[in-house]
């Protein structure tokens, strides 16, 4: 089935709309974003176990200890039959307090995790190693409940844990790698076509595609995570890829009718990200059942990334780079 070319008509510059409606969509979802432990500190724990465990049920159990952005996950492998559960939470509100007021008021943080301490506690101790030891007892309760919550040996069950304070530094670092990201890409094409309106259009496709990722990653409640920044990354990458490929073939070539060359374009862009696309949703698929979380994360805000590359490439940045061609023309 040949697509019809959707530029040789007057009524081409109406596709924007389409896109914009999708936008909007899009941001309507953004609150529902949620931050990894890597970026706002908590505590993940992984536990083994032999039997299905209801995440609800355990959620329950575990709400005695009043703990912060809890969640729980319950993962199987179809292909090994192993099963695990997955328990993460940033802390109780008492802990996370105290790790913030270490900076400004470290008598009070040490106040505030006193409680949490089991057994005594020597005069000598710092604020911070209060707090450190504070937040690493109450772990191993909530650690000790799981195990015979779940009825699996100590050696079943693993954790990690982030302070806030670094998690918050990765966050910032991470947010800076992106403006960077953004500056270097402006500028680049800047240079490469001397023309304000293409390093706009790529902008803004770059900006949309990485919006309806976070969208996406919303919906299916996927976190932000170091990972899935990475991923946020890559999709720049593929996005200024197909962006350029269509300006230089509408801008710099003469074959043709403008309409003529971005529909070319747009199927030459088109089989580039459904082969990616192809790939990216196997890699999903098996990350998923083999509990593989980093690569599942970052395959799928790059699938996510890559849908939403589709509508922002060719109904807007390709709207925009033709009508600046027959404008010049």
Known sequence: MRI????????????????????????????????GIDLQGGTQLIANVNQTVEP???????????????????????????KGVIVQFAGTPDLIRAERLLSTDPEGAAALAKPYITGDIPSTLMPSEIVDRAKADFTNK???????YLGIGKDDISSVEIGASLG?????TSQRALLVAFFLI???????FREPVP????????????LIALAAM??????????????????????VDT?????????????GSSADRAYSSMLTGITITSTVLAVLLVLVIFSYFNQMTTLFQISAVLFFGLVGDLPSSYFTNTVMIKWWADRKK
């Open 4 to 35: 019809p070319n959707i530029y040789a008509t007057p009524y081409y510059k109406y596709y924007i709309l389409i896109s914009i409606a999708i936008g909007i969509a899009a941001l309507l979802t953004l609150p529902g974003l949620k931050y």
């Open 56 to 82: 609800s049920a355990l959620t329950a159990h575990l709400s005695k200890f009043n703990l912060d952005d809890l969640s729980v996950r319950f993962t199987e492998n179809p292909m090994s039959g192993r």
């Open 142 to 148: 909530v650690q000790e409940s799981l195990v015979a």
């Open 168 to 172: 918050k530094e990765f966050w910032e």
């Open 186 to 192: 402006a500028a680049i094409v800047f240079i490469l």
């Open 199 to 210: 390093s706009i259009a790529v902008i803004q496709a770059a900006v949309y595609d990485i």
């Open 218 to 239: 919303s919906v299916f409640n996927i976190p932000i995570t170091l990972p899935t920044i990475a991923g946020l990354l890559m999709i720049l990458g593929h996005s």
């Open 243 to 255: 962006d350029i490929l269509t300006t230089d073939r509408v801008l710099k070539r003469s074959e």
